[in-house]
């Protein structure tokens, strides 16, 4: 019987660790403002924790933490990439438009998809909270216990991105001024460029 204490608990931690703001967030708050694309990206988003959750539950966590080489490869191609869209953010500031799903300035499928899952996979810390730190605790759990504690993450990761993106719509009376979104992308652009320089800072220091 599968316990439904284990499932609270993976259900809560997995919370903790999806609901900040971070990169992935930002993206697909952006997404379900501009209601472009909302349904893949959520499920790209969810699908992609529930894999790495169940990775990391599965042992894989152990592996990724004995990695240097593979820890630091992700996190200067995490590090290239957030600043990138930083910048591309701060330009979107400078010239803010109130945007409709299917304007010129919202993403193509393959594009908003591609940048989906690099914000997912080039995110160190994506794996050392999905796949590290959930996976270890798992191991408090056994049998099916265990298997409801990371269903009980993965269920965090589907609830929050698609309530998300498609709450974010409840926010498109504020965004129909230019302004909101030159806030908005200012914003982004701020905690972008500042996870990019954590990702540099944690790279250069000395372990």
Known sequence: MISISAALAGFFLGASLIIAIGA???FILRQGLLRSHVFILCLICALSDAVLIA???AGLGTLVSRSPTLISL???GGAIFLG???VMAFRRAFHPGAMQAGSPQALGLKAAVATCLAFTFLNPHV???TVVLLG??????????RLAYGLGAATASFVWFFGLGYGARLLQPVFAKPAAWRVLDVIIGIVMALLAISLLVRFCSPA
């Open 24 to 26: 992935q967030n930002a």
């Open 55 to 57: 990775a990391g539950v």
């Open 74 to 76: 992700v996190t200067i």
């Open 84 to 86: 990138t869209y930083a």
């Open 127 to 129: 794996y050392l909270d």
């Open 136 to 145: 270890s605790l798992s191991a408090a759990y056994s049998g099916a216990d």
